[in-house]
């Protein structure tokens, strides 16, 4: 089964409006988790690299004031995209290590359909 | 600029065959190789990582490191239509940091 989990799937939201993404994992504790974007026919684009208990470290060009980075508990990073625009449309995907397991794998949580209207 | 090239493909082979999908990369002193598959409209699925020189093998799949070579590969025997996804080749340039991703292949397994 999933070991990190995304919550909504899919969401639609009108322009100028925010939405939250949740990233959790499941069955081991996550002191970083990493967010990326993917558009249509393209390759993974990291957007940040989620740390608990501290700011989140975003990659050149990813405005931090839009895409907001809370990591608050060792099993949650959340993705706020503020002031939604139809440009933002988007599939959001989280991962996170797992430090537990043999050699530190990565998992990858179920993605975020993100439409902008 | 660390970098992870692979072929976009599509690679076609017919079901039943092993399917070869290859991946080079920049960093030298890059340590953990992933590989993972993709379906459309779908995140990464996680196939095998490997960190050490030479095979490893998992059911149908082996992933071959060479790190002199700085290349990195995964063969599917027994190829499947259900294996017709996208291939990424991902690279931890060191220990604890972030994987850089390659673009992908695309392999198609034709029935």
């Known amino acids: 089964g999933a070991v990190v989990s995304q919550h909504p799937s899919r969401v639609i939201c009108k322009s100028g409006t925010s939405v939250k993404i949740e990233c959790r994992s499941l069955?081991?504790?996550?002191?970083?988790m990493f967010w990326y974007r993917q558009f249509p026919k393209q390759s993974l684009m990291l957007m940040a690299t989620?740390?608990?208990?501290?700011?989140?470290?975003?990659e050149q060009g990813v405005e931090k004031d839009k895409f907001l980075i809370n990591h608050a508990s060792l099993t949650l990073s959340t993705l706020t995209v503020t002031s939604a625009h139809p440009e933002d449309s988007s599939f959001y995907i989280c991962s996170a290590r797992d430090l537990d397991r043999a050699r530190n794998t990565i998992y990858f949580g179920e993605g975020s359909w993100l439409t902008v209207v | 600029q660390k970098e992870v090239e692979q072929n976009s493909g599509p690679l076609s082979v017919p079901e039943g065959a092993i399917a070869s999908l290859n991946c080079t990369y920049s960093d030298r002193g890059s340590q953990s190789f992933f590989w993972y598959r993709q379906y459309s409209g779908k995140s990464p699925e996680l196939i095998m990582f490997i960190y050490s020189n030479g095979d490893k093998e998992d059911g149908r799949f082996t992933a071959q490191l060479n790190k002199a070579s700085q290349y990195v590969s995964l063969l599917i025997r027994d190829s499947q239509p259900s294996d017709s996804a996208t291939y990424l080749c991902?690279?931890?340039?060191?220990?604890?940091?972030?994987?850089?991703f390659g673009k992908g292949t695309m392999l198609l397994v034709s029935p």
């Open positions: 069955d081991f504790q996550a002191t970083t």
């Open positions: 991902a690279v931890e340039p060191s220990g604890y940091s972030t994987l850089t």
């Open positions: 989620s740390n608990e208990g501290s700011k989140a470290t975003y």
